[in-house]
């Protein structure tokens, strides 16, 4: 029986890594993370899984969606043990960006862990948060 796929959000400077170079680039090594939680969460994805690109900086926003292509491998920007990173695939982008405020204004996303932890860089998002999100982000934002 084939595992239901996950869904899982992932937060970025725009700086450091913007989705507009995702895009360019097409697959990245993501790394850097440096939270135990954050880490079990890259350890959990598989490949299939569904990934949010968040940006944290400037608009706070939702822009794109990616795919997990590779599980949990070393980090190779560290050479401290135990750190790991995936690969993932840009998908495509949102239709319209969905920003933290017509997150935190939308009931059924009062629960989502972009709220609850948000400092967290890695988070897991429930099917029916990831789908919400997708369908905020297919028309445009009243904020």
């Known amino acids: ?10 937060k970025s400077e725009p700086e450091a890594y913007a989705w507009a170079t995702f895009v360019r680039e097409g697959r990245t090594a993501w790394t850097g993370v440096r939270n135990y939680q954050a880490r079990n969460h890259l350890n ?8 949010l690109f968040y940006e944290s900086v400037g608009p706070k ?6 795919e997990v292509t590779q599980t949990a491998f070393p980090d190779a920007t560290t050479t401290e043990p135990g750190w790991v990173a995936v ?4 998908v495509r982008p949102l ?3 969905v920003t933290l405020a017509a997150i935190k204004a939308d009931p059924a996303l009062a629960e989502i862990a972009l709220i609850r932890q948000s400092r967290l860089s890695v988070l897991p998002l429930t099917a029916s948060e990831f789908k919400r999100i997708l369908e905020l982000g297919a028309k445009p934002s009243e904020r």
């Open 1 to 10: 029986m084939k595992k239901q796929s996950q869904h899982w959000l992932v």
């Open 61 to 66: 926003a939702v822009a794109g969606l990616a």
């Open 44 to 51: 959990a994805m598989r490949p299939g899984d569904s990934v």
């Open 87 to 90: 690969e993932l695939k840009a």
């Open 95 to 97: 239709a319209h960006p």
